[in-house]
């Protein structure tokens, strides 16, 4: 596996493969690999002949308040992983180079970043979709993959594409779970043992969401009634949204139907956690 440092020579890269022939296919990251991650570059392999992998923890998607300083790192580590996964290349910037002195220009999706995580984390989205902006120019795929945990972001990202006319696959891949139902993410190593218990209930109360429906409940005000019950039973546990909303608009729904999706964001303790279901798709074990 090669890693690249510079913007440069990720381009330089990138072009080598495209006059070869060969399709490129990017898995963004902000690294402190988990096995969610390592599935989606396992899945990568299957959808080109090349797997860039980026690790970068993008500054401007934190705010003020935010966890950037303490976001977990272990490069070392991260890398071993990538390389066993078969990536090819592990594209790791610094700041300064993403970001260089003097740079002004941000990529913002209107509307779609408004609500639900947008609106306790103002200006999440504009650093999130300009850095993927930013990635798809060096790293020319023909296919992107991101995690359907952050499924607003994966919807902001879809409507980016479309709207920019890039001709880039946008691929989203299922929630990986611990056993337990734990949503995997880099975050919960900030977890105690007991908010780790009390985080439980997010995927509980999305079980219990898909089991209503399965019984036929179509009222979306009554099933976000009951999974904020479900939510603020465990103590610790403080629920900042749940919400009924349309998978690609991410418009509220009164009604449940196919295509609507369960979002949940809470703080267990000081971690804001995000979890989600598709409520009518097939369940992913
Ligand atoms: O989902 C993430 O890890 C990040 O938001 C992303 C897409 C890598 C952009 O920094």
Redesign the pocket.
């Known amino acids: 596996m090669e890693i690249i440092r510079t913007p440069a020579a990720m381009t330089a890269w990138a072009n080598r493969m495209i006059a070869a022939g060969d399709a490129i296919v990017l898995v963004?990251?902000?690294g402190y690999f988990h096995a969610g991650h390592l599935c989606l570059m396992r899945r990568a392999k299957g959808l080109a002949k090349r797997v860039v992998v980026s690790l970068?923890v993008?500054p401007i998607?934190f705010g003020p308040q935010e966890d950037l300083s303490r976001y977990p790192r272990d490069f070392e580590r991260d890398a071993a992983l990538a390389d066993q996964e078969g990536v090819d290349v592990l594209f790791a910037p610094e700041a300064a180079a993403m970001y260089p002195e003097g740079s002004r220009t941000r990529v913002t999706v209107s509307g779609l970043t408004d609500g639900l995580c947008g609106r306790s984390r103002p200006g999440h989205f504009e650093g999130?979709t300009t850095?993927?902006a930013k990635l798809f120019h060096l790293v020319k795929p023909q296919v992107a993959i991101?995690g359907q945990k952050?499924f607003q972001?994966l919807a902001v990202i879809r409507r980016m594409t479309a709207d920019l006319n890039w001709d880039i696959e946008i691929v989203g891949h299922p929630i990986v779970r611990e056993a337990d139902g734990l949503a995997m993410s880099s975050r919960n190593v900030y977890l105690s043992a007991d908010e780790r218990q009390a985080a439980l209930g997010l995927s509980r109360a999305l079980r219990h969401a898909r089991q209503r429906v399965r019984e036929g409940l179509t009222d979306a005000a009554g099933l976000v009634r009951e999974v904020c019950e479900i939510l603020t039973s465990a103590t610790g546990v403080t629920v900042e949204y749940v919400e009924c909303v349309d998978e690609a608009s991410l418009l509220p729904c009164a009604r449940l139907a196919p295509g609507v999706v369960l979002a949940i964001a809470a703080r267990v303790g000081a971690t804001r956690l995000i979890d989600n279901d598709n409520l009518f798709a097939e369940e992913v074990q």
Do not use: E, K, S
């Open positions: 963004p990251t902000m970068f993008n998607q999130v850095v993927v991101f952050d972001q």
